[in-house]
């Protein structure tokens, strides 16, 4: 069953909170990027290998961080899009019912369960680092 506006209106309400939260964890996670204690402890000399070693692990946990609130803020601006346009709750792959209960868990869903679990095994290899 296709949403009704009141539905929409409620998740369009849900994905604003959720970009206005993401956008202050960025700058919050921008900012403790340029702390000074990081910039010591990456920087101290003579720095042993410990030192060193913790110092790029937090300056890549924290851009990790920060690319995945990225890419969550991208993926809520696409569905601000599809709201747009008339096509959000369909589903990309075969234009079927998302389900109103499924945007309530993940406002960001743009396929129904089963194209999401079929694209998750076709795809499941990705990202996953190999040698």
Do not use: W
């Not at 919050?28 to 990027?33: K, Y």
């Not at 101290?44 to 851009?63: E, F, H, I, K, V």
């Not at 609130?69 to 234009?95: L, P, T, Y």
């Not at 109103?100 to 129904?112: S, V």
């Amino acid at each position: 069953m296709a949403l009704t506006k009141t539905q929409i209106s409620k998740l369009a309400r849900e994905l604003e909170r959720q970009y206005k939260s993401l956008l202050e964890e960025v700058r919050d996670a921008l900012e403790a990027s340029a702390n000074q204690q990081y910039i010591e402890l990456i920087d101290r000399a003579p720095a042993d290998s410990g030192d060193q070693a913790t110092g790029d692990a937090l300056a890549d946990l924290n851009l990790a961080i920060i690319d995945r609130h990225v890419q969550e803020m991208r993926d809520i601006e696409a569905a601000r899009v599809r709201i747009e346009e008339g096509r959000f709750g369909s589903c990309i792959d075969c234009g079927g019912d998302v389900g109103f209960e499924r945007l309530r868990a993940y406002p960001t869903a743009k396929r129904c369960l089963g194209c999401q679990q079929q694209h998750e095994k076709t795809y499941a290899h990705e990202g996953n680092p190999t040698l």
